[in-house]
């Protein structure tokens, strides 16, 4: 099978962003955030292989002033032409050189506006919270901010006692000093830059018990639970308990369809502030004190953010064009945990969406959206239409055999539209096919008919 499409950058989804001069291999990021004032500063060591020879290294960085950098060890040259930090070393990094590069930078970090509002850094009224998608990552710390460069990270942060700051990953450590706290996180997994984030509130931890989680089906046997951890405001902790009682459920019911968990631990942070959505993270996902409200909106959000850690977290679209691949797959996921539910089968959820989507201007291309339609609820609805009329065409055996090797064979990395019908005509047992049934879905502006299975 072959590889991803390797991305053209810059990309026209994200024309500002990402750099094809190199491959980052590993970020080390150590932080001090003072909450007063929001103040953030950092240094980043990040270690990389040039792709070609480099005069000038460019990095995405917005919002903030850079003090210091160096190459190699070596004081390097550097300016901001915008949101980008270009970056002479002393000497020329030859094609296929790993270099180290460490950059000591200064501010008050704040998100960036784009045509998706405003993503990155924010302050919430006792705390921060960071959700990156698409490029939020910039405004705090200087990346290679484009998804198809991950790299693992370690990162460490420095903050107010009394507050917890949360990362991706494992914690690894955590000393007080005084009036301060540090904690120190592990990502051992590639991981896409905008699913880098830092939470910093007074939080309080508990473990969701996964006993009772109600596995059945025949793979039941193969499904391990990971460890699944709550973090929220003390005096949200009863409501937050209740909201997600039924995750370590979900889990085993995503396990069973996709393949098993890809990460060593799951955690869900609930802020004291509501939020407008919630929003998924490597290893984690974040939400508003208004997402434990009762009811099946509130769980299709906790069950679609929890599915993106296979589809947009392990498995990463290599082409913004591709989004659809990670929420097309996200929302196929809330029908099947509202058939595991009760609430409603697949088929029937397919159906409503379908009816909804007839009565909507049918305009957007979903596998190739542009920038400024892609997170656009047709991306969504229709993307998940797309998977129902795979599984139509395969048959139940068929299709959940495809998706547990699609995401074992790509787990941790990239993937692309072109690699999945290749992987879609092998599980059918032919060379063609899965392109002459999808191409109408993501292509053609018009709405095909209601999938149908397969004579």
Not at 115 to 127: F, I, K, P, Q, S
Not at 161 to 184: F, P
Request: hydrophobic share 45%; glycine share 8%.
């Amino acid at each position: 099978m072959s590889t991803p499409t390797a991305p053209v950058l810059p990309d026209p989804y994200l024309p500002e962003n990402g750099s094809d001069g190199y491959r980052v291999e590993h970020y080390d990021l150590d932080l001090e955030c003072k909450l007063g004032g929001n103040h953030l500063a950092g240094t980043a060591t990040i270690t990389a292989t040039s792709v070609r020879a480099l005069a000038k290294i460019e990095f995405d960085l917005a919002g903030l002033k850079v003090l210091k950098v160096s190459v190699n060890g070596k004081k390097a040259a550097f300016k901001m032409r915008g949101d980008r930090l270009v970056v002479a070393p002393a000497t020329r990094v030859p094609a296929g050189e790993r270099f180290t590069a460490a950059i000591r930078y200064a501010g008050s970090p704040g998100p960036r506006d784009g045509a998706w509002g405003e993503v990155g850094w924010e302050e919430l009224d006792d705390g921060v919270l960071v959700a990156g998608q698409p490029n939020g990552a910039a405004t705090w710390f200087p990346c290679n901010d484009h998804p198809s460069q991950k790299a693992t990270y370690r990162i460490a942060v420095a903050t107010d006692a009394d507050y917890r700051a949360v990362c991706n990953g494992e914690l690894v450590d955590h000393t007080r000093k005084a009036s301060r706290e540090r904690w120190v996180y592990e990502v051992r997994e590639p991981m896409a830059t905008y699913l880098a984030t830092l939470q910093i509130g007074r939080y309080e931890r508990w473990v969701i018990p996964a006993d009772g989680a109600g596995i059945g089906g025949r793979h039941a046997a193969a499904v391990v639970l990971p460890a699944q951890i709550l973090l929220a405001p003390a005096e949200l902790k009863a409501k937050a308990e209740a909201a997600f009682a039924d995750q370590p459920r979900m889990i085993a019911t995503f396990s069973e369809a996709f393949g098993p968990y890809p990460f060593d631990a799951y955690a869900a942070v609930v802020t004291e502030d509501e939020l407008e959505i919630p929003l998924e993270a490597h290893g984690l996902s974040i939400f508003g004190r208004n997402h434990l409200a009762p009811g099946w909106e509130q769980q299709r959000l906790i069950a679609h953010e929890l599915s993106h850690q296979w589809f947009g977290n392990s498995l990463t679209a290599a082409r913004l064009q591709d989004i659809w691949m990670h929420e097309g797959f996200a929302c196929y996921a809330e029908w099947l945990w509202s058939e595991a539910a009760g609430q409603g089968t697949v088929d029937e959820r397919a159906r409503a969406a379908y009816a909804g989507l007839a009565k909507k201007p049918q305009d957007v291309r979903v596998g190739e959206p542009g920038a400024a339609n892609m997170f656009d609820d047709r991306v969504y609805k229709r993307g998940a239409l797309t998977v129902h009329a795979v599984r139509r065409w395969l048959g139940d055996t068929a299709f959940f055999a495809m998706l547990r090797a699609w995401t074992q064979a790509n787990r941790h990395g990239h993937v692309d539209y072109p690699r999945f019908i290749a992987h879609v005509d092998q599980a059918a047992g032919h060379a063609d096919g899965a392109e002459e049934l999808m191409r109408p879905w993501l292509f053609a502006t018009a709405l095909p008919p209601f999938p149908v299975s397969r004579a």
